[in-house]
């Protein structure tokens, strides 16, 4: 009998009823990050009006944990400021959620990346300085369970 992981009912809950799933045809700013070796690839779409985060929507191929955090973030930053939504790590999503394994923490911080590389999208379309770093990549010599 194969080991299961051990989900909270958040995680099952956003896995099977996802929020936000979607394009936004005239967003604001897309990103879109992954590891195609892991198979876990997130693209978010925000509409921004006045650095408040109006709608967002996302797309996510990838195992029950990374639907999950990218709806759960999505979640986390509809109706946020910019500066509220850049505030967001991945440890905040995964307690939104109830926890996640070990194993599967890298798709927060996937979640997390998704978000900020469409502000960064953002910030570039609007012609201004990107306000933040970089953080990394997530999945860079890991892979998915």
């Not at 690839?41 to 029950?64: A, H």
């Not at 798709?107 to 970089?134: H, I, W």
Request: hydrophobic share 40%.
């Amino acid at each position: 009998m194969a080991e299961q992981l051990p989900y909270s009912e958040k995680v099952m809950d956003h896995f099977t009823n996802p929020r936000n799933v979607g394009e936004i045809p005239d967003a604001s700013g897309i990103g879109t990050v992954g590891n195609p070796v892991c198979g876990d690839v997130m693209k978010m779409y925000l509409k921004i009006e006045n650095e408040i985060i109006v709608d967002v929507k996302f797309k996510t191929f990838g195992c029950g944990a990374a639907v999950a955090t990218s709806s759960m973030v999505t979640e986390m930053v509809k109706g946020k400021s910019i500066a509220e939504a850049l505030t967001i790590t991945n440890n905040a999503v995964a307690e939104a959620l109830g926890g996640l394994p070990p194993v599967k923490m890298h798709c927060s911080v996937l979640a997390e990346e998704a978000l900020r590389s469409a502000l960064k999208d953002y910030y570039k379309k609007q012609g201004k300085p990107v306000p933040f770093e970089d953080k990394g990549h997530a999945h860079e010599g890991e892979t998915c369970l």
